[in-house]
């Protein structure tokens, strides 16, 4: 089964910070409510990402390489995450950061 | 600058004495024992890249130093802006700044501002509020508020920006008036500078003043002209030259092995080599998306950070520069074109 989600219309027009301390709507509160349980369940995700102010590189990190943190695999994410954006640098981006994330949880 | 205000000394009638303070000149005015009050008088020029980067400063280090000696007294401010001319952000959203924090974390101390009627300094202290903190009820004329200050919008917060974006961008359709990738890089620039203020611009006090960091941590304009807006964060936190060598040594100790030891090199070593103070490797993408825009080619970015200051132009050039005296904080400043809609 796969859902579909929209960062505007489903989670905030103004993504935040890093954590919940950076204040409202941050990449950890993003994570948990719609990457994680997806993962979790093995449900194919597809996120629309283009209906929003914009993100900050925290944001982006902390939601997507913070899965990797969480303990998914890049490949979990390949599998299971589609990205849509119109935005091809927005979704490279958000690929660098798993990227990373993945390099350095191989090196622990 | 004023040396000898004698229309105000007459008005008021009080003793007055006067005393040079280096290149700007405060005037103390004792009316009786408990009360004094205190001018500033502001520079033609208020600018911390032009012209008078220096007056500024002391003037607004001289209103920290007041505030400090009056605290607990029945003390009032003046601040004179009769000789201000020409007004740019970065030098306005600093006083903007101070004068918030002062508001916020020094409730007895009082402003009053002095300044022609329906000048363009009054309508932006007015456009900005800071009329209203100081009191002043400026005379001006809403019918003919100049093009150049309509478009004056602030705000500050302690979080990140979030909603508040809206405030300096949405209003009367500019958001519509800029291209919209480059309205997503700078709501994610200013996420990214309002986020770093916030977090790290104030893991320590070096001033004498309270800095009332919980009540206001940054503090934001933003300001249509010439058919380019321009946003502006600021935050009266330790600086980045400050922090560098105590949180990122390795870089610190590479930058100055290459001989780069300036502000202004500190701040562009901090940009070009991404890694926050956490230690944490994931971290510290903020400087660099800051900075992206400009490098991106879609508008021109300034940092000015304690004596530096690093711009990247349009065409993602970079240049460097460095004052002798600096700034208690650090402001970002991007400028981007406009291509459509009214203000054009």
Known sequence: ?108 | MISNHKGYRKRHRYTSMFFMNSSHIEHTVSCSKNHTKKLIVFPASFSLIKNNRSDVIKCINKIEELVINLNGFHGKIYLDFTKVRVVYPDAMILLYAEMSNIHNAYKNIRFKIINKSNSKVDQILQQLGMSKWCHHKAKVNKTIIRKDVKYWRSCSGVHVIHKDYDKIVEQDGILGSIADATSKQLYGACIEATKNASRHAYIENLRNIKIASDKASWWCFSEIKDKELTVVVCDLGVTIPYTLPKRREKLFKKLISLGKKTDADLIAGAIENPLSRSGEEYRGNGLPKIAELAKQQQGSMIILSRCGVVGISKQGRMKKRNFKLPINGTIVSWRIPIVSGVYQ
């Open chain 1, 1 to 108: 089964m796969k859902e579909n989600i929209s960062v505007g219309k489903d989670f905030s027009i103004y993504p935040g910070g890093r954590t919940p301390d950076d204040g409202p709507d941050s990449g950890e509160e993003f994570r948990e409510k719609f990457l994680v349980p997806a993962l979790e369940s093995h449900q194919y995700l597809s996120i629309a990402l283009d209906d929003t102010r914009g993100y900050g590189s925290s944001f982006l990190e902390e939601a997507f390489g913070g899965v990797i943190r969480k303990g998914f695999t890049k490949q979990d994410i390949d599998k299971y995450i589609k990205l849509v954006s119109e935005n091809p640098s927005l979704i490279a981006e958000i690929n660098h950061y798993i990227a990373e994330a993945d390099k350095r949880s191989k090196r622990q």
